[in-house]
DNA sequence: TATGAATGAGGCTTCATTCAT
DNA sequence: TATGAATGAAGCCTCATTCAT
């Protein structure tokens, strides 16, 4: 592994352990191994560090939210299809997740970052499944961010309680989340 | 107003405005109009006041979540009223909502205090009247954290959107929300 | 002596004992027997503290160079009193003329404090002089800022010299190189 | 151009431009077109750099005074000879000349380069005509070093005004700066 | 109780220097 | 000889905290 990215990983992991208003360069040092003055061969200061491991995290949550989408699959299967790639994403990514969900709206992390597409553009994607779903009756009229929001913030939600073992995520919970969350919405 | 009140206050609105992160003493004592030593005599340190307000924040948001809870009223009536009176507490409470939401699992947060009852101890209440839902065959079985986390969630991510103005919150997005987050927990 | 004036002083010193770029703050806090923080509730940053240095030096020239000076006198009466002041000036303070000398057209030096008027504006008064004794005859007639570069350069160069102890600079001396720079500029 | 050469060029360069206390190795890499270590296969530290660039430019500057220098000659044309010839160094070297004018009593200069002999020991040549001069009877009696001073001071002090544009130093300034310097030590 | 000058540990960053290639 | 990634000592500066008033 190259210097740059022990250095982003390290990041991350201090992040994730300690909290971004307590990581220090020289924790991010000693844990990555590396010379005090190394990490400004790769980044110009602390802010443009934090915003790289930001758009790293971004773009692999961005894969991975589109994993397996096929668009000829039905309405329910597509939504089933983002929800749980969502929610596994969270799964299998806690620190990326947290990190994320964290600092989006942080002023640590630069505007155009946070509104970058992600890799596929998986916002837009959702956004028109809902509407499709709206324009069949299918889903209930409303605004479609507001819907957004919803089905997304159900997910965020659970992977928190997740993370601090307030329950199991075993298949049959996920289930439940999913279908919870298609219920939420439907007319 | 007493000066200690003085110091909270300015306490929050400034990590409302800039982060925690970015939050100095030096900043409080201007923005409060204290000396710098005064605070000493209140707090012992940076993290006694944090708490001290992350605790004044959470009686808020306790006291309001059970107003006008009627026990003897319906399941529906009772669920309407807890979700509401989150939903409401979010809309005219941003600052308080948003620094309990942020730092609740925040390490800055002694766990005791995360876990404190709330005034009337409404997190009882609603995991109560979750069981009972279920045991009437009303809401679906699962595990009543999770469902717990669930119906919480979806106000939470919503009051997130509103905040930075995805879409406006009026009467009839209020009922839709509240509507959603009572269907997705139905058998 | 107040704190501030402690590490003024104390700035002072090292730069003539090292140069500008060997101060380091930590040698201004050891010397001035402050602790590191201190500086920073007197002076912004060091470029401050050393325009500081530099005003409060300027201004202790400035009242130097007029002294004992009487308008009525004779033009060589007054020029000798001119050029003593500027001499005894270097040699009571050689911190300080060495300081304004070597860093007036230093990028460390703000151009507004570069251009200060000295207390009594004693460039004017050199100037009127000059020009005086050119109409009269006396003086040769050339630009005047040239003549008051010549006149100011004696004096500067001649301390230098005695501040390395190339010579010593007692009373025969001094009146040397007064009538020196009095017949450098003759008709 | 030889690295070395690059590397000597860059450095006067910067010092020049930016004064030698914000002179820094990436900045001289990057002027002079060379990695970073290069430098070390040459100069084994800053202050050897550094040294270096003094000496060679002390070096110029002592072909250069004793331009056209006809022992023979008078006096009078001596003596004139040698103040333009540093009247006109330091026109045409004015980077040579203000560096050397600058450290030549700084600490980074190691003294036993400050007290070099020219290439072909111009201050002996200088200071055996004051000698002479005063032998003659024309110039007045006083310590060598201190007339010596004197002199050359003047011609450094009318340079640092024309390089901030106080004055034009044509022919007929030229002129009467050299009439000035002779004046000035005459009996 | 209220103040704010003084403190110094520890933060971020720079930059001369090394060393493997 | 030429390179530049890596280094870490040391620089400047911030800020929570103390203490004399």
Redesign the interface.
Known sequence: MSKKQDIMAATLDLIDE?????VTFAKIFKKANVGSGTIYNYFANKEELVNAVYREARLLMGEYLLKGYDPEASLYERFKCLQLNRLKFGMHHPKEFLFID?FS????ISPELRDMDDAQNSREVILSLIIEGQKQGVF?E??S??CH??I???I???L??Y??Q???LNEI?TQ??L???W????V
């Not at 300690?18 to 307590?22: A, N, V």
């Open positions: 300690e909290g971004l208003q307590s964290s709206f942080s002023p640590y209930k409303m605004d961010h507001l929001q919803l997304h913030g159900i965020s939600s659970i928190k309680g993370y601090v307030k329950y199991p919970q439940q989340v279908e919870a969350s219920k939420a919405i439907l």
